[in-house]
């Protein structure tokens, strides 16, 4: 799986240096209940709340290893004082898969950041707008979580899948780049749609696809189109 590589690469030369680097280590936070609502009262501030930058996405690759960390750029939890801008990026290794399963594979990797949430926090995520607000409550800034906390608990969490064998997440709370990094989160969104549009046999006419424009731009998708084709 090399589709995500260039769009990996891309983003890490957007991001400065990381001057707060975390390695991954086993945390006592807890899972929070899947159906639990932190309100108003009991939360500090949400990281991409009242308006403020927002992005959240995922990558994978068979082909680049990483080192199990968490990188923070900004503010850390206790730092933070009011709704603040908000991003959050995941890079997974993964083993290699096969090209038909490759889009339930991956969408059942974006499927943490739905169905998990450690106690204290609460996600409202939106795959539409690659938006993942995060509340955080009053508790877990008194109790001093970081993000090298919580990010440890995400990491872990993607580890439990027997595909994944190493993760690198980033945090960016402080970034002068948004729209950059919102069209390279987009470029990997539409990526996927267009993985699962080859896979689903949906078109082979390229002059017509208004998926063209990605296939063109993302290495090895032409590869997997035509190989699609020769194989039907």
């Not at 450690?118 to 995520?125: D, I, L, S, V, W």
């Not at 970034?175 to 950059?180: L, V």
């Not at 987009?186 to 998926?211: G, P």
């Amino acid at each position: 799986m090399i589709l995500y590589n260039q769009l990996i690469d891309q983003i890490k030369n957007l991001l400065p240096p990381c001057e707060k680097c975390f390695d991954y280590k086993k945390t006592s936070l807890k899972q929070g209940d899947k159906n639990s609502i932190l309100l108003l009262k009991d939360t500090a501030y949400e990281l991409g709340g009242s308006q403020k930058p927002c992005i959240s996405t995922m990558a994978v690759t068979s082909s680049m290893q990483f080192d199990n960390s968490i990188c923070l750029y900004g503010k850390d939890i206790s730092e933070i004082k009011e709704d603040t801008a908000f991003a959050k990026i995941v890079f997974l290794e993964i083993e290699a898969i096969d090209e038909e399963s490759a889009f339930d594979k991956i969408k059942e990797l974006e499927l943490v950041r739905y169905n998990y949430c450690p106690e204290g926090f609460m996600t409202r995520a939106s795959a539409l707008s690659m938006r993942e607000q995060l509340r955080v409550s009053k508790k877990v800034v008194k109790k001093g979580i970081t993000f090298a906390d919580y990010g440890s608990a995400l990491l872990q969490e993607y580890l439990k899948n027997p595909i994944v064998n190493s993760v690198q997440i980033i945090f960016i709370t402080q970034f002068d780049k948004f729209d950059e990094l919102l069209m390279l989160a987009d470029k990997i969104k539409s990526t996927t749609s267009a993985l699962n549009h080859i896979l689903d046999n949906v078109i082979f006419d390229c002059s017509t696809c208004n998926l063209k424009e990605i296939c063109d731009e993302v290495e090895g998708m032409k590869e997997l189109h035509m190989k699609k084709v020769k194989n039907e």
